[in-house]
């Protein structure tokens, strides 16, 4: 009698896990910055940049990535093959101390090879002096028709020293972000 029901047990598991929705499908190359700043490059400025790996903080956990300078400030991912469909766009920020300033997720969408000339793009935006980590999202946006290419940029921006620190990126085809349980309850 047990051996007719193993048979029946390996069939409801592989149809669970047909079920299960796919893994997210994060465009980004180290999204969360466990590889320090590899395929993140600093855009140069007027002032002194600063982009680093902080191993103390990050959200959910560290590490996290750090921008700091004198004047506004811009890091950007690899230039990623896309084509024009809808996109998710989540990631986290945090402003570093009381400083009066403003972190920025920025896609910008190109239609050329070179990400050279944007052709549009989605922001996301955090304008706060309180220092604890908040995550934004814009869910289910179009890309341009001519689309063929994306950026994602982090910037800072504001009055006296600009410094904020970013995790937890995700750039994707809408229906493909993570998914986290915010709250569990049984009655």
Known sequence: MPFRFVPAFIAGCMGLAAALPAPAANLIENANFDSGTAGWQLVPGSGVPSFVIDATQGLPSAPSAH??????????????????????????????GDQVSSASVTVRFFGDTGCVTPIGSEVLTWTTVETAWMQKASYNFLAPAETIRA??????????????????VFFGPTGTSPVTLQAFDVD
């Open 67 to 96: 921008l700091s300078s004198g004047d506004p400030a811009m890091v950007v991912s690899a230039c990623i093959p896309v084509t024009p469909q809808y996109f998710d766009l989540i990631a986290s920020a945090r402003n570093q």
């Open 151 to 168: 950026q994602v940029a982090l910037s800072v921006d504001g009055l006296v020293t600009l410094d904020g620190h970013f995790d937890s």
